[in-house]
């Protein structure tokens, strides 16, 4: 007799289903709402508004670093919005606030174009991370307050419904992976132009 392999997102999913019970009751509250509301900056256009508000500051000052910082920020996100468009393109999860009683839809392939049925991955997550994640390339010395900050926006799709805890996991890493890939990217083009 062989024995069954585990199942690594068995304790994923367990996060999500609690996380779905523990955040249910208080869905409608104000403190849950604001949170969605403010958790909405990362969505595209508010981000490619920030990228673009970035650009031009740095256009107003004349200073080119800023400038790169913002076109960094645009490319990481646009990337990033890209890939997490493929995974949804192939990947559907009910999200938690369409799915009933205490279960925790699972991802499964599919193609749903419907939007309550493309929880998977947060594209909340991985635009905020990618953003964030080129802007601290650039000026490492806000490292910290940037991707705190895209930290809360991706933490915040949770309580609202709108999004399980491993979809914001999923899109936080296309986020960062996005922006890695990207950042190395940038760094071996300035050294050719050296």
Known sequence: MTARPAKPAKPLLKLDKRAKQAFKPYRDTLPVKALDAAGGIGDQ???RLLCAGVFVAGLVRRDGRMMRAAARMLVAHEVATLAKGMVKRQVDRQRPRSTAGRKASKPHKGHSRAKEQQSFPSGHSAGA??????????YPEHA?????????VALARIPAGAHYPSDVIAGSA?????????????RAARSLRR
């Not at 991370?129 to 650039?138: G, K, M, Q």
């Not at 996005?178 to 190395?184: I, P, Q, W």
């Open 129 to 138: 991370v990618a953003v964030a994640s080129a802007f601290a390339a650039e």
């Open 144 to 152: 910290a307050p940037a991707l705190g900050a895209a930290g809360a």
């Open 45 to 47: 256009l508010p981000l």
């Open 174 to 186: 296309i986020g960062a992976a996005t922006s890695g890939v990207l950042n190395l990217l940038w």
